[in-house]
């Protein structure tokens, strides 16, 4: 029992699922139940629990129009749970934070929020559009509002750099990189290609660009997307919709360029760590994390995972990813709250949701560890990285590349989208296994795009 708050905290078991639930300080007979279902994504932690149901106290105490009343399913439980009480016709008001991935799950369940925007005179000018873009969604409507944000940037290992006598890569969008010998080149895959067979290192000292390097023996790479998916790895050649109006699935030729830069740099020029690879004890799963990786581009979440770096004073920092075709792609995971179509108070939900996104914003996006896309609550967050991460001198791109986010998401939702996720991860497996050297990339893309509109007319 959390002791802190004058809360009721009543364990009930829901359908074989603990529930966290928080009853306010005093109810009003007239009060507008809300409930707010946490956690298809994050949420379920201790720390997490204890903020969320202190955010449901308070809110309570503001006003005498609502009770807000939270209800914490941990994560792996909570999709049946959810699942039963919507099945049930009981179906919660408030939902979060989830993320694209946890929201495609149940899509077609998400209010349209527009008509309470606009009725609410909510303004939403201060968030860039191409992230309230992001949100909406064909034959939907706008169903959610950015809330946290995890921008996608460029890290590198500074020291690495360093060794291997280059510059750094830029931190500003358009600028150019500049090589060993003082040409400036522009920031894009052809140079990324170029650096990263540099900053690769065979164990007796050889890199990628010499003669004597041995491909069987590399101990340092240049470049790794750092926990990737296929389909965010595709849209930094540009975004687009797996499937368009007409219900056709398209691997589009951009995506292809991007699924040969791949191979070419895993079996060609060998700059990014085959499966066998990362999973080696040189790289134990965690690539960048290792100090054996120049590059990685990821999203800005990952400053969560680099505790062997700083234990070493290894120097690491932040820059833009490169560009395709003269444009930054730059793939942007984002968390926020929706409202359940079948809400019977939406107008009362709504009114939570922006209590959610607006008075209570700081305290969640702290235990969340989430980045705000509130330009007023960033600083914070950027100050609280750069005393723990003092190497980083460019805090600025993480801010800077929310721009640079293409629509649509990566996580765009398409007809039986779990069985399609599945079959894009069969594709990423095959071509870093051990088998991938051998493989033909437009015959297997042209498998895919096949592969994909059968599970997508199945799903129809």
Known sequence: MIKHFRLLIVLTLLVGVLVVTASPVAKAQDRVKIIW???LGSGDNPQQQETQLRVVDEFNASQDEIELEIQITVFADADDAFSTLVGAGNAPDVVGPVGFGGSN????QWLDLEPYIEASGMDLATIPENLVESYRTLGEGLTGIPFAIFPGVLFYNVDLFDEAGLNYPPSVAGDPYIMPDGTEVPWDYNTVTEIAKILTVDANGNDATSPDFDPTQIVQWGWVDQYGTLRSEFHTFGANYVVDENGQVHI????RARAQWMWDGVWTHHFIPTN???NSDLLAGNAFNSGRVG???TMAWYTCCMNDLTATDTSFDIAVQPAYEGTIYAPIDLDTFRIHKDSKHPEEAFKVLQYLLGEAAGDLLNVYGAF???TELQEGWLQAKAEQYPSVTHWEV???SAALAPNPHHEEWYPNYNEGQDRFDEFRVLLFSDDGGSMDVNAELDRLESDLQAIVDAGG
């Open 398 to 400: 993480i801010p800077n």
């Open 105 to 108: 799950r149940f899509a077609g």
């Open 252 to 255: 589009w030729d951009n995506w």
């Open 37 to 39: 279902f946490c956690c």
């Open 295 to 297: 590059m990685a581009r």
């Open 372 to 374: 705000p896309v509130r």
């Open 276 to 278: 066998s690879e990362l």
